[in-house]
């Protein structure tokens, strides 16, 4: 299975690229981990509208092929470790790529939010969007240690 992670944003502290490797290169080739940045648009003129809409488009092109779509939002559905594997063993069954879908600062465009077979929301808190993908790949590699009962969850 291959996990994709479409993040809005690009050159991101060496921490971010730290914490998010030293998770993604931890799974095994059959839960592959994939990041995908996707460049932010400039936000001179405050046009938030047409800026997720930009954004939006340019996440949509880097859907791989009949992805399972799942959003990480604030009104998404809180998951638990538990909850995340089962999804994962869902996926997995599935036989098709996934794609994790983050938005920028101003989140996700309407038609990012329309395609999504799943809405995931990490917390009720706000996080940092380089922070978001850390803790993305940290509770991916927890859920699949857990499916696999490897000793990392417990």
Same mark, same amino acid.
């Given at each position: 299975?291959?996990?994709?992670?479409?993040?809005?944003?690009?050159?991101?502290?060496?921490w971010?690229?730290?914490?998010?490797?030293?998770?993604?290169?931890?799974?095994?080739?059959e839960?592959?981990?994939?990041?995908?940045?996707?460049?932010?648009?400039?936000?001179? @003129? =405050?046009?938030?509208?047409?800026?997720?809409?930009?954004?939006? *488009?340019?996440?949509? %092109?880097?859907?791989?092929?009949? +992805?399972?779509?799942?959003?990480?939002?604030i009104?998404?559905?809180?998951?638990?470790t538990?909850?995340?594997?089962?999804?994962m063993?869902?996926?997995?069954g @599935? =036989?098709?790529?996934?794609?994790?879908?983050?938005?920028?600062? *101003?989140?996700?465009? %309407?038609q990012?939010?329309?395609? +999504?077979?799943?809405?995931?929301?990490?917390?009720?808190?706000?996080?940092?969007h380089?922070?978001?993908?850390?803790?993305?790949?940290?509770?991916?590699?927890?859920?699949?240690?857990?499916?696999?009962?490897?000793?990392?969850?417990?």
């Amino acid at each position: 299975m291959q996990i994709h992670l479409i993040s809005v944003g690009n050159r991101m502290p060496d921490w971010v690229q730290q914490g998010y490797n030293e998770y993604a290169k931890r799974l095994p080739r059959e839960c592959e981990l994939i990041l995908k940045e996707i460049p932010a648009d400039k936000r001179r @003129n =405050g046009d938030i509208e047409r800026i997720t809409k930009t954004e939006g *488009e340019r996440m949509i %092109a880097a859907l791989p092929n009949r +992805a399972h779509v799942v959003t990480l939002d604030i009104p998404g559905k809180p998951w638990t470790t538990p909850d995340l594997s089962q999804a994962m063993q869902r996926w997995l069954g @599935n =036989g098709q790529p996934v794609a994790l879908m983050v938005g920028g600062p *101003e989140g996700l465009s %309407a038609q990012v939010k329309a395609m +999504a077979q799943e809405c995931w929301s990490l917390s009720a808190l706000t996080f940092p969007h380089p922070l978001v993908r850390v803790i993305v790949a940290e509770q991916i590699y927890r859920a699949w240690s857990l499916m696999h009962n490897h000793p990392y969850h417990r």
